[in-house]
C-alpha cells in the first residue's frame, strides 16, 4: 500500500480488543512485519483509553468522541435506578450520542461493521453491521441487514460472536477457540470487503482480550502464577503471530489508497492478584450483611442491611465504590450534608490501603462528577484502581480459603482463572498521519494519542467536520 497526495476514499480499521503496546513495539515485535510495515507508511501511537479502560465504554469513546461521563456508560454494566440490583449489561439502546458512521452518513458514506462492541441489538445502518458483544450468540438476530444473518452463516458455518465461558474452559479447547474465532472473524471481514464494498469498514476482534485474560501468567514469567515449561508458554505470540498474517491477508485486498488503522482499546498488563473491596469494606465498618454465605459468593442486595450500610463495592477489572445515600438509595443513610465528608474519607482510606508486603498498594482513586466532563446516567460515587489496575476488585463475600492477610487478598480471579488485568494504553497505527502533532511516531519509539480525538481523525479523513469534544479525561 501507498499514501496518496490526497485523502483517500476509503478507510478500513482494524480493531483488537487489548493489544498491548509493550507486546507490539517491544516484546513480540520482531514477528510482526504487517504492523511494522503500516506503521512505516504512516505512524504508530500508544492509546490512552478511557477511565476506566474496559471494552464498554472504551470503545464507543473511541468511535464519539465522548468520554464515559457523557456517555453515562461505567463499565460493562451500568445502574440503571437507584434500587440496590439495577446494574445491567449496556447495549446499543444505552448509546444516545452519533457514531462516526451515523455522522459519514449524513454526508452521504457508507459503512461497515463486523464485531464492534455495543452495537447490538443492531440499528438501522446506511451499510452492514454484524453486531458483536453483548449479542449473545448467532441464533438471535445480529445483523443488518436481518438477510445478511443467513448468508454470514452459510458461508462462514463457524462464525461466533464471542466465547462466553472463555474461564471455565480447559487451556487446550480455548486456545483452539480463540484461533478459529479469529480466523472466522478475518474471513467474514474479507468476504464483506469483497462483496460489499464501502466508503468505511471497521472489524473488532474480542479474542485477543480473552487471551490475555486466559494465558499471559503461563507466557510472562515474572507473573506471581507463572508455570515454568508450560504446553501454553507460547500460546500469546503464536496468535499475535497468527494476527499478523490474518491482517496481512486482508491488507493484501485493499486498493492501494485505502487508508487503514489498527487500533486497540486498551492494553493488558500481569494480574498480581484480587483485593476483596467488600470484605475490605466490612472490615472498615462500612458495610453491614444481614447474614454471610457460607463459602464465598456474589454479593446480593438482600444480604445487606443497609440501615447499617454505608457503602457497597462492585467487583470488575477496577472497583467501583456506592454510597447509601439519604433520599437516593430506598434506605440511604448518608446524608446529603455529610456526602462529601464521607466519600472523600472513604477515597483517602482507599487510597491508603497497605498490600500483602506491608507497603502502600498504590490505588488511584476517582470521583466521576469531577473527573468528566459530564456526568450523565448513574455513575458510581468513586471509581478505584487497586494498584494502578495491577489488582483486580473482587465482590464476592463470605469465607475464600485461598485468601490471605486478614482475608482481604487472593491471587485469583473469583470468576475463573484469570492472568491479566487491563492496563491504560492502547494502541493505533496507521498508513496516513493523524491530523493530531502527538501521533507523530515511529514503530520504535511510538507517539501518544487520546481514544476520544479517533472519532475526529476519522472525519478529518474523509474531509468531514470533526466531532467536537470536551473531556477531563487524561
Not at 445480529?142 to 460472536?161: A, C, H, M, N, Q
Given at each position: ?23 507490539v513495539?517491544d ?36 468511535l ?16 440503571i435506578?437507584y ?91 480455548l ?11 478475518f ?19 474480542i ?11 503461563y ?26 498474517t ?15 488503522l ?32 457460607n ?29 447509601n ?14 456526602y ?10 482507599l ?67 484469570d ?56
Amino acid at each position: 500500500m501507498s499514501n496518496s497526495s490526497e485523502s483517500p476514499k476509503k478507510l478500513v480499521i482494524i480493531g483488537l480488543d487489548c493489544a498491548e503496546p509493550s507486546l507490539v513495539f517491544d516484546r513480540l515485535a520482531s514477528s510482526l512485519p504487517t504492523f511494522r510495515k503500516l506503521a512505516a507508511a504512516g505512524f504508530a501511537a500508544r492509546l490512552r483509553s478511557t477511565d476506566p479502560p474496559v471494552t464498554i465504554p472504551a470503545w464507543i469513546s473511541m468511535l464519539t468522541a465522548k468520554d464515559p461521563g457523557q456517555l453515562g456508560l461505567y463499565g460493562i454494566r451500568n445502574r440503571i435506578s437507584y434500587e440496590y440490583d439495577s446494574l445491567r449489561v449496556s447495549t446499543s439502546n444505552d448509546v444516545h450520542v452519533p457514531h462516526v458512521w451515523d455522522v459519514m452518513s449524513d454526508h452521504g458514506k457508507t459503512s461497515l461493521l463486523v464485531g464492534v462492541p455495543q452495537t447490538w441489538p443492531v440499528k438501522p445502518l446506511n451499510g452492514d453491521c454484524i453486531a458483536g458483544i453483548p449479542a449473545p450468540n448467532t441464533h438471535r438476530s445480529f445483523t443488518w441487514p436481518e438477510s445478511l444473518k443467513d448468508e454470514l452463516l452459510r458461508r462462514i458455518p463457524g462464525y461466533r460472536v464471542d466465547i462466553g465461558n472463555f474461564r471455565s474452559m480447559s487451556p487446550y479447547d480455548l486456545a483452539d477457540n480463540l484461533f478459529s474465532m479469529t480466523r472466522s472473524r478475518f474471513a467474514a471481514f474479507r468476504y464483506l470487503l469483497k462483496t460489499r464494498p464501502r466508503d468505511f469498514a471497521m472489524m473488532v476482534e474480542i479474542a485477543l482480550d480473552r487471551l490475555h485474560h486466559a494465558f499471559w501468567h503461563y507466557w510472562d514469567p515474572t507473573h506471581p502464577l507463572h508455570i515454568p515449561g508450560s504446553p501454553f508458554q507460547d500460546t500469546i505470540p503464536s496468535y499475535y503471530d497468527m494476527l499478523d498474517t490474518e491482517i496481512a491477508h486482508t491488507l493484501a485486498m485493499l486498493p492501494s489508497d485505502c487508508g487503514v488503522l489498527i487500533v486497540s482499546d486498551h492494553g493488558a498488563q500481569a494480574m498480581q492478584g484480587g483485593v476483596r473491596i467488600n470484605h475490605w469494606l466490612m472490615q472498615q465498618g462500612y458495610l453491614t450483611l444481614n447474614h454471610a454465605p457460607n463459602m464465598e459468593s456474589p454479593l446480593e442486595a438482600d444480604m445487606i442491611n443497609f440501615q447499617k450500610t454505608t457503602a457497597w463495592g462492585e467487583g470488575g477489572y477496577f472497583g467501583r465504590i456506592f454510597l447509601n445515600v439519604a433520599g437516593r438509595e430506598p434506605n440511604g443513610i448518608v446524608s446529603q450534608t455529610e456526602y462529601e465528608n464521607v466519600r472523600n474519607k472513604l477515597a483517602t482510606h482507599l487510597e491508603t490501603m497497605v498490600g500483602p508486603d506491608g507497603k502502600p498498594l498504590g490505588n488511584r482513586v476517582l470521583f466521576p462528577d469531577r473527573h468528566y466532563a459530564e456526568s450523565n446516567g448513574i455513575p458510581p460515587d468513586l471509581i478505584v484502581y487497586f494498584g494502578e489496575l495491577a489488582w483486580r476488585s473482587l465482590g464476592g463475600v463470605g469465607p475464600n480459603p485461598e485468601s490471605f492477610c486478614d482475608g482481604l487478598f487472593t491471587r485469583r480471579n473469583d470468576r475463573g482463572p484469570d492472568g491479566a488485568n487491563h492496563n491504560f494504553d492502547g494502541i493505533c497505527i496507521g498508513n496516513f498521519n493523524f491530523k493530531t502533532p502527538s501521533a507523530a511516531g515511529t514503530f520504535d519509539a511510538p507517539g501518544s494519542l487520546n481514544i476520544t480525538s479517533v472519532a475526529s481523525e476519522i472525519l478529518h479523513y474523509f474531509d468531514i467536520k470533526p466531532i467536537v469534544t470536551k473531556n477531563t479525561n487524561i
